[in-house]
């Protein structure tokens, strides 16, 4: 069976589906940053409230004043610390979760193009993810690629595609030869 230009649309089309459904889920995933981010500015507001009330008992007491203060600005540097080390955690996590989320998109396509071409009936014989060659010092990674007897598929998994990210695909297929010379 050939694959005809319609196949390749209806293909294309059901890409277009997958790519819809990655970016709500992106979106969803930003809108639970956000949220992240509000509760964040929230608690240091409430910080900096406490603080400014320390400051006025601070004024109204007297010796005995100053030992308490001297004892909320340690409480506070630790929860400065502390702070800093969430704030940290947060963000360590949510560029942990770019990556997660790069590898869960990749591993919802991989298998969702190989069943694209067996409903049409062209034949898979193998899917790959993240395929990364070196050659002459440079790297080119491939995030799924796709091969029969006849033919290789280049996948590139974006869960946000840009006019960049279209210009670098065109770059890495005319490379894709000198790196993978078995195709």
């Not at 890409?15 to 992240?36: H, I, S």
């Not at 910080?47 to 600005?73: C, I, N, P």
């Not at 440079?138 to 960049?164: A, M, Q, R, Y």
Request: hydrophobic share 35%.
């Amino acid at each position: 069976m050939t694959t005809t230009a319609d196949d390749v649309w209806k293909l294309l089309a059901e890409l277009v589906e997958a790519q819809k459904e990655t970016e709500r889920c992106f979106q969803e995933t930003e809108r639970r940053f956000q949220e992240t981010e509000r509760v964040l500015k929230e608690q240091s507001l409430e910080t900096e409230r406490r603080f400014q009330e320390t400051e006025r008992v601070l004024k109204e007491q007297s010796l005995e004043t100053e030992r308490r203060f001297q004892e909320t600005e340690r409480i506070l540097k630790e929860q400065s610390l502390k702070t800093d080390r969430q704030i940290t955690r947060v963000s360590q996590e949510i560029g942990n979760l770019g990556g997660k989320w790069g590898r869960f998109v990749e591993n919802m396509v991989a298998p969702a193009c190989e069943t694209l071409f067996l409903n049409r009936d062209i034949p898979v014989h193998q899917v790959s993810q993240r395929v990364r060659k070196r050659l002459d010092g440079k790297t080119l990674e491939i995030d799924v690629l796709v091969t029969n007897e006849n033919h290789v598929l280049v996948v590139e998994v974006k869960s946000s595609l840009s006019v960049d990210d279209v210009k670098e695909l065109i770059k890495n297929l005319t490379e894709f030869r000198q790196f993978f010379p078995e195709y």
